[in-house]
């Protein structure tokens, strides 16, 4: 799980293994500090959920930051050789997309190559049961939400390949 700090990867991790591994609190610092990881099995498939700091950690400057993710990244890789099946882009509903969150998908496109948002990422939108409460209001649904954003954030949906969900956390 990729994304900025605070942006619910931890409780998302949590959700997909249907338990709590990873510290998921509200905080305005960052809780990682290095990469953890736990599998589970899901309809006979292993899974292998991997957390670690977010980009824009609190407790460091940008370039400790980006050296900090850099380094747990590699590791993460190592963590597994066979490599990994997808990359979750986790972004909070209802935040701004802001130029630091372009900077994580320019910084993963740096970090491994041009396509890899298109062709690894899926996109995973946070805090849905904030969506939930503005779609009760409005009636709209998420596609017709997504479909409705404009500027980067519409380009960032666009150039995800394998398409976008929403999950109440």
């Not at 670690?52 to 890789?77: F, H, Y």
């Not at 939400?145 to 954030?153: A, E, P, T």
């Given at each position: 799980m990729i994304g900025k700090t605070g942006s619910g990867k931890s409780a998302l991790g949590?959700?997909?293994?249907?338990?709590?591994?990873?510290?998921s609190k509200p905080s305005a610092d960052s809780v990682l500090t290095e990469i953890e990881y736990e599998v589970t099995d899901y309809r006979g498939k292993i899974i292998k959920?991997?957390?670690?700091?977010?980009?824009?950690?609190?407790?460091?400057?940008?370039?400790?930051?980006?050296?900090?993710?850099?380094?747990?990244?590699?590791?993460?890789?190592?963590?597994?050789?066979?490599?990994?099946?997808?990359?979750l882009l986790v972004v909070k509903f209802g935040a701004r997309f802001t130029r630091e969150d372009q900077?994580?998908?320019?910084?993963?496109?740096?970090l491994f190559g041009q396509e890899f948002v298109k062709q690894h990422c899926i996109?995973?939108?946070?805090?849905?049961d904030l969506f939930e409460r503005e779609s009760e209001e409005n009636g709209q649904t998420f596609e017709q939400?997504?479909?409705?954003?404009?500027?980067?954030?519409r380009e960032l949906l666009s150039s995800v390949a394998t398409g976008w969900c929403s999950l109440i956390t």
């Open positions: 949590n959700a997909i293994l249907k338990r709590k591994k990873f510290v959920v991997v957390d670690g700091p977010g980009v824009g950690d609190t407790r460091l400057d940008t370039q400790d930051s980006i050296k900090l993710i850099v380094s747990e990244m590699e590791q993460a890789m190592l963590m597994n050789p066979r490599g990994y099946h997808a990359f900077g994580t998908v320019a910084f993963l496109k740096k996109l995973i939108m946070t805090y849905g939400w997504c479909n409705c954003q404009q500027g980067v954030f």
